[in-house]
């Protein structure tokens, strides 16, 4: 394999866009709950959430693995129902990069949420908006950089997998083998204009990325989570 075979590229862009969507539609009323929940159990809630950023990758994938076997009853649901193995395969990626991107995407939102001026909300109450419309039509245009921070970060993060998908995918060409592991790949056959093309990438990536995530801190005057 080169580097101007893509196969890689795409499934990495594919799959970061996939947990992308999903991690925003389960992560926006999860850290509007945090932000204002009076629940004991906020402390453990917020702790498991947070849990993937200290985890060692290889830890969390191989829980996965197992979670996801064809002899858990995960696993066997999945395949009876799809007729296909849960692990190794792309939709495996799909949640266990969900699982491990969580944070990502919860904590920037539970951030801005937090430091909403109340009054806002209580406003709209009183004007007769409902808890769903004030939720639209006050609480996300007030968030709307949080918002496309969480979606950079968790996407930004997906793409530079390693550990995870390699423990839940197994580095199938063409179906799981991301950018990540293609660079292993590459260095292990001593291919080093092919890792080096990968990292490159991955490197200008991330560093835009960051950049991003800044200049829309710096816009809205204040820091944000990291």
């Known amino acids: 394999m080169t580097v101007s075979d893509f196969t890689p590229l795409w499934i990495s862009l594919q799959l970061a866009s ?5 991690l925003l539609l389960l992560a926006l009323p999860f850290a509007y709950w945090l932000a204002h929940t009076r629940s004991r159990m906020r402390p453990l809630v917020e702790a498991l959430t947070a849990l993937p950023l200290v985890l060692p990758p290889t830890v969390l994938g191989f829980y996965l693995l197992v979670a996801f076997g064809s002899q ?8 009876s129902v799809f007729g296909g193995p849960l692990a190794f395969s792309f939709e495996g990626l799909v ?6 991107s969580f944070p990502f995407a919860v904590l920037p939102l539970r951030s801005a949420i937090a430091q909403m001026e109340p009054e806002l909300l209580e406003a709209a109450w009183t004007l007769g908006a409902s808890k769903l419309a004030a939720f639209f039509h006050v609480v996300l245009p007030n968030i709307r950089y949080s918002l496309v921070t969480a979606a950079v970060l968790a996407f930004a993060h997906t793409i530079g997998e390693f550990g995870v998908v390699l423990m839940v995918g197994g580095n199938i060409p063409g179906r799981t083998q991301v950018i990540s ?3 292993y790949d590459h260095v292990e056959a001593l291919e080093y204009g ?10 200008v990536f991330s560093f835009l990325v960051l950049l991003a995530v800044y200049a829309m801190d710096r816009r809205r005057g204040q820091r944000s989570w990291m």
């Not at 858990?72 to 395949?79: E, F, I, R, V």
């Not at 949640?95 to 491990?100: D, E, N, P, T």
């Not at 092919?194 to 490197?203: E, N, R, V």
């Open 194 to 203: 092919a890792a080096h093309g990968w990292s490159a990438l991955l490197l």
């Open 95 to 100: 949640l266990a990069s969900c699982l491990y």
């Open 72 to 79: 858990s009853p995960l696993g066997k649901g999945w395949q």
């Open 181 to 183: 592991i293609a660079i």
């Open 18 to 22: 996939v947990t992308t969507g999903i």
